[in-house]
């Protein structure tokens, strides 16, 4: 009876009541930062002379297309706090600050290392050269420890956003529901944090010429956060009645199609 009666509920449980619908100045400043980092992972913003040029370009898409994949997450994870929590205080806006200097910084890493991964491999034609991307272990054991360093800082500011929006819960009037789906936010980042640790732990305990191993540990990111969600899941219906969690669905459905600023 009680799967019933959750049944159409969804996903929303999942959800926050939405506090804001205006788009704040930090908001705008994110947008234009993050879209200044998709066009730095673009692969030439020159048109292709030749069709060998246009070959080497559409080869490097498919690291683009993961760079992009990536960053709009992160994007929509911030646009998603400030929807839910719509703070503006000095702490979330130092905190989104630092986030976006992050991202800047290690857009460069993520774009040489996906284009490595996708672009045919390690030698690439540079000034009618052919050159290898990666000429040591060392250096593979460098770029994997600088990766990881950048995915766990993202992940640390987000966790810290999610933080400091719990340490408000009080003024946010979070509901039951609202809080257990912070800490879930929280814990998630802290699993992202933790796949990033182990894959410098495997980089630095591995042979240098072996280090680019490391990088397997990503694999895992899907299936830990579908085990998570699903225990997550299973936890909060016994944490709350199926009352809370109907309230709780009608108030984010409400908050969605309101047009104006939730207090």
């Known amino acids: 009876m009680r799967d019933k009666v959750l049944k159409p509920i969804g ?11 205006e788009l704040l100045r930090i908001e705008a400043l994110s947008d234009a ?91 690439v034609e540079h000034n009618g050269e052919i050159i290898n991307r990666i000429t040591s272990g060392e250096e593979m054991q460098q770029l994997m420890i600088v990766y990881s360093g950048g995915f766990m800082t993202v992940y640390l500011m987000l966790f810290l956003l999610f933080q400091h929006a719990w340490r408000k819960r009080k003024e946010l009037h979070l509901s039951e529901v609202e809080l257990f789906n912070l800490k879930t936010e929280m814990f998630q980042n802290i699993l992202m944090m933790t796949v990033g640790a182990l894959s ?21 990111v899907g299936p830990a956060v579908s085990i998570f969600h699903s225990v997550r899941i299973k936890m909060l219906k016994r944490s709350v009645t199926a009352e809370q969690l109907e309230e709780h669905a009608i108030a984010v459905d409400k908050s969605k199609s309101s047009k104006h600023t939730i207090t």
Request: hydrophobic content about 55%; charged content about 15%.
């Open 200 to 220: 410098i732990a495997v980089a630095l305990l591995l042979q240098k010429e072996k280090s680019g191993m490391a990088g397997m540990i990503y694999i895992l």
């Open 33 to 123: 930062v993050i879209a200044f980092a998709v066009t730095l992972t673009i692969v030439s913003l020159e048109v292709p002379i030749t069709f060998h040029e246009l070959l080497e370009g559409m080869r490097g898409m498919v690291g683009f297309g993961i760079c992009f994949t990536f960053l709009f997450m992160i994007w929509y994870k911030q646009y998603l706090f400030f929807r839910y929590f719509g703070l503006r205080d000095r702490t979330s806006i130092v905190l989104n600050a630092v986030l976006l200097f992050v991202i800047l910084f290690y857009v460069y890493p993520l774009k040489f290392l996906f284009s490595f991964l996708a672009g045919g491999g390690n030698q």
């Open 11 to 21: 996903r929303r449980t999942g959800h926050f009541v939405w506090r804001n619908h």
